[in-house]
């Protein structure tokens, strides 16, 4: 069955990060993207809840299942598809689902501080009132390089701050963006990133309805 599903980003480069995991794992699924870069810019300056009508009037249109990419606006987007009738999902609930089955001590890497408060909340509802202490860390000089196109830079760079963790079970990735890290690392702990079980939970909620 072709599935169909509209991934909302904020940044352009997780369309080929999208499409490359599509052709390798989900071939035959159709993916639509929608790159909404004024949404993360917002979210960063006055919170995630000041792009909640933004969001709203970016999704009403859709008229399907919804995967955002943005670990910043997600919460506020997955929130607003009851209301439209739309199934939304983030990006890292499956990342974060798995991460609490790893164990109670989880290190959240991320490149901008505005992603660890979302990912921290998602992280305690995915534990269902478990104990679980959630470390959050801003990796130095990350963002900078993601926006000056130093791709290379900047993975090297998250890879080097999850290899220095240290007494934890677990350590996430929390930005999508951030995926390609998870291979450059040495540490011994499981690194787990968001696009590929997201996209495949995405998939799968299309498919089921």
């Known amino acids: 069955m072709v599935s169909g599903l509209t991934l909302l980003h904020t940044s352009p480069v997780h369309v080929p990060v999208f499409?490359?995991?599509?052709?390798?794992r989900h071939p035959g699924?159709?993916?639509?993207?929608?790159?909404?870069?004024?949404?993360?810019?917002?979210?960063r300056e006055l919170g995630p809840?000041?792009?909640?009508g933004q969001v709203r009037e970016?999704?009403?249109?859709?008229?399907?299942?919804?995967?955002?990419?943005?670990?910043t606006v997600g919460a506020v987007a997955e929130s607003l598809g009851p209301g439209l009738g739309v199934p939304v999902l983030r990006?890292?609930?499956?990342?974060?689902?798995?991460?609490?089955?790893r164990g109670p001590r989880i290190v959240v890497l991320a490149a901008l501080a505005s992603t660890l408060g979302p990912t921290g909340e998602l992280l305690a509802e995915e534990a269902g009132g478990l104990p679980v202490t959630v470390r959050g860390r801003v990796v130095a000089g990350a963002w900078e390089r993601f926006e000056a196109g130093d791709t290379e830079g900047y993975l090297e760079a998250v890879a080097r701050a999850a290899?220095?963790?240290e007494e934890a079970?677990?350590?996430?990735?929390?930005?999508?963006?951030?995926a390609g890290a998870a291979r450059l690392t040495r540490t011994g702990l499981p690194v787990l990133s968001s696009p590929a079980p997201g996209l495949a939970a995405a998939l799968l909620r299309g498919r089921t309805g």
């Open 19 to 24: 499409d490359a995991l599509r052709d390798e």
């Open 29 to 43: 699924a159709v993916l639509r993207h929608l790159v909404v870069p004024e949404l993360l810019d917002r979210a």
């Open 49 to 52: 809840a000041a792009v909640a």
């Open 58 to 71: 970016v999704l009403e249109g859709v008229g399907g299942p919804v995967l955002v990419t943005c670990s």
């Open 91 to 101: 990006v890292d609930r499956p990342m974060a689902a798995e991460a609490v089955r």
């Open 163 to 165: 290899d220095a963790v």
């Open 169 to 178: 079970d677990v350590i996430v990735l929390a930005q999508a963006s951030m």
